[in-house]
């Protein structure tokens, strides 16, 4: 597996590097460059390297394609409905059945602003606070406790945590505490070995996943696999969310913006993933 060489090698930190240089824009903005360098010598060829490489731009910044990305690669599984929550509930302890396994929502980090001078410390990305709100929602249906997954990543600066920020917004702002914060992974992967090791000694038995959809696959196998390394003994529910597409026109559909842009960077990145076993 990829992430497994660049681990042998010592190079876990290059990995964000190497994937700006393979997702857009970079690919369409060297095959222009090609495209130029052609100009004189194959005018043909040369501008339908630049046009193609033009096309590849404009297409990979629209919220049209950066969702149908998402969808066809990645198969977005459906988030988890109330009836999905009443049947996981320990129904069956009411009626003198066994009851629930023991449960733990499990919140991976997207992501942690160092120092956000306007709050005057360490603040959590959008994406990473979309994802703490959802598992404290569900933490607040169920009653089950709330753990948080995110150290520093490859490519961010030393800092406080993204779990000791997480932990402390769930306090201050939400009014509810984490009860586990996993605070020394940098990726997935990582999330999943180290959130597994620190919950199976506590007695989960069950773990709700908590990310956005284009992630959830990936974070699933990654752990899957940590449950496995460990001899198994923990269910996963996964517990998707951001699943909502975006209302615009089908003219702001098909025009570049930045959320298109963004939406068809995460799909190919998780897809690369995917395939890559990273």
């Known amino acids: 597996m990829l992430h497994d060489l660049f681990v042998q090698f010592g190079i876990e930190g290059w ?11 970079v690919p369409f903005l060297l095959l222009m460059l090609v495209g130029a360098t052609q100009a004189r010598r194959h005018v043909v060829w040369a501008w339908l390297l630049l046009l193609a490489g033009a096309a590849g731009i404009w297409l990979s910044s629209t919220v ?15 988030a988890l409905t109330l009836q999905d929550l009443k049947d996981l509930e320990p129904q069956g302890q009411r009626r003198g059945g066994a009851a629930a396994p023991p449960t733990a929502i499990v919140v991976l980090g997207g992501g942690r602003e160092r120092y956000a001078p306007e709050y005057g410390g360490g603040n959590l990305v959008d994406q990473s606070m979309e994802r703490l709100r959802y598992g404290l929602w569900l933490s607040r249906e169920t009653e089950w406790p709330v753990a948080f997954s995110g150290g520093n990543g490859h490519a961010q600066p030393d800092g406080p945590s993204e779990a000791s920020i997480a932990a402390r917004i769930a306090t201050t702002e939400f009014g509810r505490a984490l009860k586990w914060t996993e605070d020394g992974s940098r990726d997935t992967r990582e999330n999943a070995v180290r959130s597994v090791a620190l919950l199976q000694p506590a007695g989960i038995k069950r773990i709700v996943l908590v990310t956005h959809g284009w992630h959830m696959r990936r974070s699933l196998r990654a752990f899957e696999q940590a449950i496995a390394h460990r001899a198994g003994g923990i269910t996963l529910v996964p517990a998707p969310m951001g699943l909502a597409r975006r209302q615009l026109t089908p003219a702001l559909l098909w025009l570049p913006s930045s959320a298109g842009f963004r939406a068809t960077r995460q799909a190919l990145h998780e897809y690369a993933g995917l395939l890559l076993g990273a």
């Open 15 to 25: 990995k964000p590097v190497l994937t700006a240089l393979l997702l857009p824009p």
């Open 64 to 78: 049209a394609v950066g969702e149908a990305l998402q969808h066809q690669l990645l198969s977005p599984m459906h």
